[in-house]
């Protein structure tokens, strides 16, 4: 039976006659049995009909994509990726969520309250009917959770390939990349750091520099997702520095599961790419250091003091202590004692002076004493942390914790309680009151009254509302502190430096569309335009090029047909008219 399929071209015209047709010569003597007759035409809805795309299309820019991200800076950045991806192959990146044809969900599985509210996204979509999209580490960790079955999955290391999930989802196909990316056996970093991305914020880039770790918390979900530790390569993270640069981004954070356990996986250090990255930071920009676990930041003590001191290094640290207890830190198996987190922090106070050390602590672990937790206390008491993070113990499910005896929760409630009141008891920035410092002005306040600015130490100042501020470096005189912050006025006479070394990107604008990537579209655009036939997996470019090739061919069509009827009727009128005039 012939194919109904207009994708194989045909040589000639009479390749279509068939014996049983009518020839030519039988057309000619029963047209004068023939009265032509116009047929009106509604144009404009023939027109409407051939110019909208089918229900079940997926050309780029048709449908709206809502992205929602919890959790880590590791995650949002993995969140900007996929929707500057989206946003290239032609896709509607909307703040809108109820307005978006797709919702695409990037969850955290820290704690159950992330958990939680990633579910009910889960279900507030489905309840409106929209397309869903899972990504992130709750279904790269747990992907047969009953919530969770029949929904398109993208894993935490295939967020290069969003694209082919969203297109698939839209079709109304269930689709889960959940593998690990290898070269020859091993195991990658994760997705390209040069693909497209939209910032949330256009002056700030965070950089992943590698995922997993090399611990085996017993407490730890995200292990789960993001596995053993896998860095990128110096060269490559050096490149997307210097990227974001050009794209006028002032501040980069550098983030990863433990920032320094970097490179132990491929024979370097982290004191290695710090040094390489501070060559490529223009001044007035500056670099943020992630987050850190004690080990393996002891025998990088002294190189960490110096580059910490660099003016273009913020000089901050987060080191997670989690508990102040010897017999705690060794169930949770953190690898290191309550002296070793000292000594780190001691050295750092003592070779970085006004360093900031943020630290986490968990609440209510179990087999956790009172006398337990009042180590912890008298810990906080002591250094006063200025950035400190209190979570309440959460069992993960999978993990060793889960499965001890628990601390009741009401216990857990208290204790949480309680060492936040002792953190509330201090004002860390008191005595900050009358200096003059430089700060580097990056965002808007959640209040929208203030700008965002953080000084040499990544503590936090709030200054005026003056546009010509954002992206830039202003001194400014310290009249005001409260617990989480300072007010600065900027200085009459103080000049204002522009650290970018290009223009920032418009909020939303795709950043990282490199002439590469651009090449790679343009060759599989065209290398689609080339192809004999449809497959199931084309992608939403592949599809788009296909189709206005089919268009053209369609239109050509008509235009020939039309032509050679015109030329017909032209034809039989002349021959008519010749009769006429003859008899």
Known sequence: MPSASCDTLLDDIEDIVSQEDSKPQDRHFARKHVVPKVRRRNTQKYLQEESSPPSDSTIPGIQKIWVRTWGCSH?????????????????????????ADLWLLNS?????????????????????????????????AQPRQDYLKGLSII?????????????????GHSVRLLGQKKDNGKRLGGARLDLPKIRKNPLIEIISINTGCLNACTYCKTKHARGNLASYLIDELVDRAKQSFQEGVCEIWLTSEDTGAYGRDIGTSLPTLLWKLVEVIPEGAMLRLGMTNPP??????????????????????????????????????REYCVADFKRVVDFLKEKVPGITIATDIICGFPGETDQDFQETVKLVEEYKFPSLFINQFYPRPGTPAAKME????????????DLSRVFHSYNPYDHKVGERQQVLVTEESFDCKFYVAHNRFYEQVLVPKNPT??????????????KHFMKGQPVSDAKVHTPS??????????????????????????????????????????????????????CALRLSVGMALFALLFAFLVKVYNENITN
Do not use: W
């Open 75 to 99: 995650n949002n950045s993995d969140g900007e990726y996929m929707a500057g991806q989206l946003a290239a192959y032609g896709y509607k990146i909307t703040e809108n969520a109820s307005d």
């Open 108 to 140: 955290c599985t820290v704690k159950n309250p992330a958990e939680d509210h990633f579910r009910n996204s889960i279900k507030k979509a489905q309840e409106e009917n929209k397309k869903i999209v899972l990504a992130g580490c709750v279904p790269q």
């Open 155 to 171: 894993g935490v290391q295939q967020i290069d390939r969003v694209v082919e999930v969203v297109e698939e989802t839209i079709k």
């Open 296 to 333: 393996y930041i002891l025998e990088h003590l002294e190189e960490m003091a110096k580059i910490l001191n660099h003016p273009r290094v913020y000089a901050f640290l987060h080191i997670p202590v989690q508990s102040a207890s010897d017999t705690v830190l060794m169930e949770m198996k």
């Open 406 to 417: 628990q601390v009741p929760a009401q216990v857990k409630k208290q204790r949480t309680k």
């Open 469 to 482: 501020f954002l992206g830039k470096m202003v001194e400014v005189d310290i009249y005001e502190s409260g």
């Open 501 to 554: 070394i290009s223009k920032p990107l418009a909020k939303g604008e795709v950043s990282g569309l490199t002439e590469e990537f651009r090449n790679r579209l343009g060759h599989h655009l065209n290398s689609i335009s080339h192809s004999p036939a449809a497959t199931p997996r084309d992608s939403a470019s592949s599809r788009m090029a296909r189709q206005l090739q089919r268009l053209h061919q369609d």
